[in-house]
């Protein structure tokens, strides 16, 4: 069975700075891998998403993500985040195709402070 | 906006009680599927419907059901509501390359 954890429950950062959010999955097949963003009382809005290719990834509003087959990882990052950053992220993963079921990890809250 | 359009926003409702909630994808997408978001659980995935037919089945319990019509909108029916139903309710459409995109979401309060 595939699962995805996210190692940071909480996010703390100051606006302007860069900030990475981790994400590890486990798999046994081949994997296609997304990042949403959740803001406040809103649905989940896709990211990014990894299906073949470059392992370098570029998504909306600035981040990017990379894909690490090795290490099976696909961290988020933005070098610079605004205060409208603030939102839960979801890594999910879909195993086999992907257009499967997605599995997500538990969410990584960024509060972007002043 | 994505397109998946959910309604409706919010549900409240009383225990033992049976609710539905209605999603309709986006324009020619022909999958739908349906997630749980709760605060102990967190994101889960329910069912799966593709032009009509069941095509994957999650952690859906024995009370709910869903369909998926000829117009490709789908319903998810929830009965004999408890407590713990009450969660975040998304549904989602796949694209062209089976990326997911989710709609609002209906919100379900069972009290």
């Known amino acids: 069975a595939q699962s995805v954890t996210q190692l940071d429950s909480q996010v703390p950062v100051f606006e302007e700075a860069p900030v990475e959010l981790r994400c590890n999955y ?9 990042w949403y963003v959740q803001y406040p009382n809103q649905g ?21 993500a990379e894909f690490n087959k090795s290490q099976t990882s696909f961290h ?17 993963v879909a195993q ?14 960024v509060l972007v402070k002043p | 906006d994505s397109g998946v359009t959910q309604t409706p926003k919010h549900l409240i409702t009383a225990t033992g009680q049976r609710v539905t909630l209605r999603c309709s994808p986006r324009s020619g997408d022909l999958s739908v599927y349906w997630y749980q978001q709760s605060l102990d659980q967190g994101l889960q995935f329910l069912i799966q419907y593709y032009n009509g037919e069941e095509r994957a089945k999650g ?23 408890e407590l713990g139903d009450s969660a975040l309710y998304f549904c989602a459409s796949s694209g062209p390359r089976g990326e997911q995109y989710f709609g609002p979401g209906t919100r379900l309060t069972v009290t």
């Open chain 1, 44 to 64: 989940l809005q896709l990211l990014l998403k990894y299906l073949s290719g470059s392992t370098l990834v570029k998504g909306i509003n600035g981040f990017e």
């Open chain 1, 76 to 92: 988020l990052r933005k070098p610079s985040v605004h205060i409208s950053d603030t939102a839960e992220y979801f890594c999910a």
């Open chain 2, 59 to 81: 952690n859906i319990l024995e009370r709910f059901s869903a369909q998926q019509f000829p117009d490709l909108h789908s319903e998810l029916n929830l009965s004999s509501l």
């Open chain 1, 96 to 109: 086999g195709a992907a257009g499967n079921k997605l599995t997500f990890g538990g969410g990584t809250r």
């Open chain 1, 26 to 34: 486990s798999s046994s097949v081949s994997v296609y891998l997304f």
